[in-house]
């Protein structure tokens, strides 16, 4: 791969690699919507952008659309928009890596063990209050209880969930699952 | 007899290869347009399973078994609640048939994946064994198997065997890149579903619950320390229509307790689709219950 570019131009020489004609001028009409130059051949580009299923290693920093993963700087799905390729064509011929967020959820894994500390009712609602933001005073208007019993219930949710802030105190027990059935 | 002093290590070798020879009938490179290649265990002379968490959304497929005989599949159904997708396959034959694994921590085991053209195959030692468990997307799955074993998404899905040349059942990633074993008893447990329905019903309620402690006062009347706060109810779900409400603490389902989001997950299981339910509550201070009929959990 070559070295990134030292200043990122405003307008890429991009170049286009793609399987067949269709896909070709598609991918030709997207380089031209973000607003690049269309170059060939790829020796050229700042960056190519291809549908990933051409052979042979492309030149230069490269943003496939749609493919199937492989030695690519950049991989969008095949619905990206021209905005999104614009960002990803730049971003790779500055020598950075895309991806954009896999839809695949890869998350099997067991149900929460069953935690060795658990709040009680009233600390799950004042913690919840202190993570709407809400000062002791709101927080215990809305509870119907006394700002000091607010304060009584943050000091034991800090010294259970082991946390000196109120923000430390709310993404630590934000982290306590929530499980839905 | 040949007078010779048998290696240890090549002895070791040998036998790795004659349990990797009994396996390679069983592994199935799987080929979806534009996604690359995964890997399968043939089931049976029809069927192919894989890992359902790493399958691409497509409804068709190619798959190619170790003999190179390449067969058309189509996506029958999905389960993330046990990771299993089942691919039904035309032409291809029963595999000979393999015996039931045991796992023993300790154990060597070996994970079998498809590469290009081939069979890949990994060692390692069973890392532990426990009872059964229930995964987020609320499957039940018979044992926990997790192996020292490293995989890629590609190998994910191929047979597992033990070192006796049993199978332990199908390998998965997990939380933290640790890698499971989808047991065999498992996985046939969710085939006919699958095959038949396109997915494993399993019971809904539409609950979004927390474990809390039970106030003090509130414990003898519980039974229990432990409960599970109500933090949402699904519009319109049977919880819903049950009148449940944010706030609620559930504490036993059909007359038993539960404790944990595992108790819950055990009482929603396939069988409690359509059932009617008893949950039992502590609303405001006092004990409450209510009858739900239980709805039908939608994958993931």
């Known amino acids: 791969m070559s070295a990134p570019a030292a200043t990122v131009p405003k307008r890429l020489r991009v170049c286009v690699s793609a399987s067949d004609v269709p896909t070709r001028s598609r991918l030709a009409a997207l380089v031209a919507e973000s607003g690049h130059q269309l170059v060939e051949p790829c020796e050229s580009a700042d960056a190519v952008l291809t549908d990933g299923a051409a052979n042979g290693i492309l030149p230069g920093p490269t943003v496939a659309l749609g493919a199937v993963d492989g030695e690519f700087a950049g991989l969008l799905p095949t619905e990206a928009t021209a905005a999104q390729i614009d960002a990803a064509l730049r971003a790779v011929a500055a020598g950075l890596t895309v991806r954009a967020p896999s839809r695949q959820h890869r998350s099997f894994g067991p149900l929460p063990e069953e935690a060795s500390v658990l709040l009680t009712p009233r600390e799950v609602e004042v913690l919840a209050a202190l993570g709407n933001g809400l000062s002791n005073k709101t927080a215990a208007r809305q509870l119907g209880i006394s700002p000091h019993t607010v304060k009584f219930h943050i000091e034991s949710l800090f010294r259970k969930l082991d946390a000196t802030s109120r923000a430390e105190a709310v993404a630590k027990g934000l982290k306590r699952q929530i499980v839905e059935f | 007899m040949p007078d010779i002093v048998q290696n240890p290590l090549s002895s070791l070798s040998e036998a790795l290869i004659e349990r990797a020879r009994l396996a390679h009938p ?157 047991p065999r008893t498992t996985v046939e447990g969710v085939i006919e579903p699958l095959l038949s329905k396109g997915r494993v019903e399993r019971g809904w309620l539409g609950l979004a619950l927390q474990p809390v402690l039970v106030p003090e006062a509130l414990q003898p009347e519980a039974g229990q320390p432990r409960g599970l706060m109500i933090m949402g109810v699904s519009q319109d779900g049977p919880a819903a229509q049950a009148h449940l409400l944010a706030g609620d603490i559930l504490i036993a389902i059909g007359g038993e307790n539960v404790r944990s989001p595992a108790m819950v997950a055990h009482r929603l299981g396939p069988e409690s689709v359509g059932q009617q339910i008893e949950l039992r509550l502590i609303r405001a201070g006092k004990l409450v219950t209510v009858n739900a009929t239980v709805g039908i959990r939608q994958s993931g």
């Open chain 2, 26 to 182: 069983l592994v199935a490179n799987i080929v979806a347009p534009g996604h690359r290649m995964r890997s399968g265990t043939l089931w049976r002379k029809d069927v192919v399973v894989a890992s359902e968490q790493a399958f691409p959304d497509v409804a068709e497929a190619k798959v190619t078994l170790s003999d190179g005989s390449s067969f058309a599949a189509r996506v029958a159904g999905r389960d993330p609640g046990t990771n299993v997708v089942a691919l039904r396959v035309e032409g291809a034959s029963d595999p000979a048939p393999i015996a039931a694994g045991e796992p023993h921590p300790g154990a060597l085991a070996l994970a079998f994946g498809a590469d290009d053209g081939g069979v890949s195959v990994r060692l390692g030692v069973i890392h532990a064994v426990g009872p059964a468990w229930h995964s987020r997307a609320g499957g039940r799955i018979d044992r926990r198997i997790t192996l020292d074993i490293a995989l890629t998404g590609r190998d994910e899905g191929g047979p597992v065997l033990d070192a006796g040349g049993g199978l332990l059942g199908i390998s998965t990633s997990g939380p933290r890149g640790r890698v499971l074993v989808i």
